[in-house]
Nanobody, 124 residues
Framework: VQLQASGGGLVQAGGSLRLSCAASGRTFSTYVMAWFRQAPGKEREFVGT????????YYGNSVKGRFTISRDNAKNMVYLQMNNLEPEDTAVYYC??????????????????WGQGTLVTVSS
């Protein structure tokens, strides 16, 4: 599967953005999807993940209650709605996919496919 993330940009603290990730290739509904982020000088951080049918999600503690991950299997899309953004959310955001995974995972090593990333900058 090939992944293309988009929707990043500059936003003020307290604002919102919606990231999108378009998938092509193998049947999209067979993949567990996730979002990760990496801020300058920091390690890659788990943001959220969603199961194949879209009815189960899990979030990192730093974004829980502010971010929502969703997917549209008919459109081969996964989304990350980000609300109440904080300067600490500034990072490159990556979508990731796993065909092999049996259950949701926060570990980036469990995801076989990665998009190119989209930059989110939150100003204070």
């Amino acid at each position: 599967v090939q992944l293309q993330a988009s929707g990043g940009g500059l936003v003020q603290a307290g604002g919102s953005l919606r990231l999108s990730c378009a998938a092509s290739g193998r049947t999209f509904s067979t993949y567990v999807m996730a979002w990760f982020r990496q801020a300058p000088g920091k390690e890659r951080e788990f943001v959220g993940t969603i199961n194949r049918s879209g009815d189960s999600t899990y979030y990192g503690n730093s974004v829980k209650g502010r971010f929502t991950i969703s997917r549209d299997n008919a459109k081969n899309m996964v989304y990350l709605q980000m609300n109440n953004l904080e300067p600490e959310d500034t990072a490159v955001y990556y979508c990731a996919a796993s065909f092999k995974m049996f259950r949701l995972s926060t570990d980036s090593y469990n995801y076989e496919y990665w998009g190119q990333g989209t930059l989110v900058t939150v100003s204070s």
